[in-house]
């Protein structure tokens, strides 16, 4: 079983549409829960981070994280097609692992 | 100034070729980690400075050599790479302090190397 597993996708979705992306884990060390934004060809760009379990929100990006479940999700609401990119999770702990991404096109 | 340059954008190279990937930032961060990313995967870890002392190696090939001049500074020499060593080469930096505070990682643009 791999550390941090997310579905690749890719998901499309109308504009205006709320976005669920999601991750699991099985390292109960974890503890850091972020979310990445990487356009193509371009270097990740942190979205938002996490440290306890429960949601956290900025702007239209709400992050939440479920530790008793493994679980962490990242909701977008109003997606525009600017929001078209691969959305990495990452997790820290004793060690440092991103998830292998979500590819989301977001259609005009 | 919250951001992360890396030079050259694109590089090309022969296997008997010796380059350097450069990048800098300006943000008073203490740790600075080289990733190498292969199309539609997540970037691999390959090295953590933290305060300009290689804290992790992620067991990578003699071939990348990476050197931290300065707290602003992190380079990664490369000298007889082979083609499957041809990704994308990723430059970021976190404030630390410690091998393990990845979290507010900021990233740069890149480095576009290929190996002939």
């Given at each position: ?108 | ?63 990348f050599s990476p050197e931290c001049p300065n707290s602003s500074l992190l380079n990664l020499h490369l ?38």
């Amino acid at each position: 079983q791999k550390e941090v597993e997310q579905d690749p996708g890719p998901l499309s979705v109308p504009e205006g549409a709320i976005v669920s992306l999601n991750c699991t884990y099985s390292n109960s060390a974890f503890q850091y829960f972020m979310w990445y934004r990487q356009y193509s060809r371009k270097g990740p760009e942190l979205l938002m981070y996490t440290y306890s379990s429960g949601n956290k929100e900025d702007g239209r990006f709400t992050a939440q994280v479920d530790k008793s479940s493994k679980y962490i999700s990242l909701f977008i609401r109003d997606s525009q097609p600017s929001d078209s990119a691969t959305y990495l999770c990452a997790m820290e702990g004793q060690n440092f692992v991103f998830g292998p991404g979500t590819r989301l096109s977001v259609l005009p | 100034d919250t951001e992360v340059t890396q030079t050259p954008k694109h590089l090309v190279m022969g296997m008997t070729n010796k380059k350097s990937l450069k990048c800098e930032q300006h943000m008073g961060h203490r740790a600075m980690y080289w990733y190498k990313q292969k199309a539609k995967k997540p970037p691999e870890l390959m090295f953590v400075y933290s305060y300009e002392k290689l804290s992790i190696n992620e067991s990578v090939p003699s071939r990348f050599s990476p050197e931290c001049p300065n707290s602003s500074l992190l380079n990664l020499h490369l000298h007889a790479l082979q083609p499957e060593d041809s990704a994308l080469y990723l430059c970021a930096s976190s404030r630390g302090p410690g091998p393990y505070s990845y979290n507010e990682q900021f990233f740069g643009p890149g480095t576009r190397l290929t190996v002939l």
